[in-house]
């Protein structure tokens, strides 16, 4: 297994207590395979990522418990030093905002050099001469001519195809991709989605791919993980997540997801509000919002019932996954 994610916990301190940003992750993901994680702003996609990369704030963030095995190893063991190094060169990330993300006073040429210069010795006209195979490689129009203008030239989508570019750099053997397709328009987004999907084929890597919209990643990924308040509340193969969702949160993004069908009609959306990290509700978290919730919702919190166990096992933490998945 490339990644595995065990039995994660972040927290970060704050002035009004302790905020359970994390609580228990568990997840995996292998070569040449895609991860999709979803979940509504806060869920804590983002900041498992940034536990995963090493790039975490502490403080206030802290790692209070978990495993992160990559290759074998965990990452959490490593000094950090050693995390460097396999930062970039076997693992890299890329942020959802390209604009913020990049340098606004180096060419796009220089910052892509840069991760050859640092990490592979080379010269600095090596390194722009790659930099443009880079650019090709992810079809920039125009790449010899583009490669010294500067991130504010270029077009939201074509920032985005320069951090890609950034992130394979080195050929790593794990991407995440951290809303990859945020502010950019439909068509872009397919796209962005494509290049992804078949980069990710070419060079055989594992990809983790973080977003809120099921839409997004129905033809790309190859099994998801749904967040709510920190917590894995559903994974599965994404065609059984599609076909059958078996937690309420799942089913209630599904049917947010507009449709040609219902022209016309109002589009649904899951009552409420996701709830506060600090004071996170007892029992099941997604209880207060949830259509199907009972009595023991709101006192036990359901473990991470087995679905299916193969050929990719499926889980759900509700206490009502039969009844959901049938409804």
């Not at 050099?113 to 443009?132: D, F, L, N, P, Q």
Request: aromatic content about 4%.
């Amino acid at each position: 297994m490339l990644l595995e994610v065990r039995d994660l916990h972040v927290e970060f301190t704050t002035r009004d207590g302790v905020a359970k940003a994390v609580n228990g992750v568990d997840y995996c993901v292998d070569s040449g395979e895609t991860l999709a994680v979803l979940g509504e702003s806060g869920s804590g996609k983002s900041v498992t990522a940034q536990a995963v990369m090493g790039i975490l704030d502490v403080p206030p963030g802290r790692i209070a418990g978990g495993e992160i095995l990559f290759k074998g190893r965990d990452l959490l063991k490593m000094r950090e030093e050693e995390r460097r190094r396999i930062r970039g060169a076997e693992m890299a990330m890329i942020f959802q905002d390209a604009l913020s993300s990049l340098n606004p006073v180096l060419s796009v040429g220089a910052q892509l050099g840069e991760m050859y210069e640092v990490h592979r010795g080379m010269s600095r006209k090596a390194a722009r001469a790659k930099a443009v195979e880079l650019m090709d490689r992810v079809r920039i129009p125009a790449a010899k001519q583009r490669v010294g203008d500067y991130p504010h030239q270029f077009s939201g989508g074509m920032r985005q195809r320069i951090m890609i570019a950034m992130a394979l750099a080195l050929e790593p053997a794990l991407i995440i991709a951290d809303e990859p397709t945020t502010a950019l328009d439909v068509t872009v987004q397919a796209q962005v989605m494509d290049l992804l999907a078949e980069l990710r084929r070419e060079l055989d890597m594992g990809l983790i791919l973080i977003t809120h919209d099921l839409g997004v990643v129905a033809d790309v990924a190859d099994k998801i993980a749904v967040m709510y308040a920190g917590r894995i509340v559903e994974a599965a193969p994404v065609h059984e997540i599609y076909a059958a969702p078996a937690h309420p949160y799942t089913r209630g993004l599904l049917d947010s997801i507009p449709r040609l069908d219902q022209k016309g009609q109002e589009l649904y959306a899951i009552k409420g509000l996701p709830p506060n990290l600090l004071r996170i509700p007892p029992g099941c978290a997604f209880n207060p919002r949830c259509p199907m919730a009972q009595p023991v919702c709101r006192t036990d919190v359901p473990p991470l019932y087995e679905v299916t166990e193969s050929p990719v096992p499926r889980t759900s933490a509700c206490h009502f996954w039969k009844e959901c998945l049938h409804a």
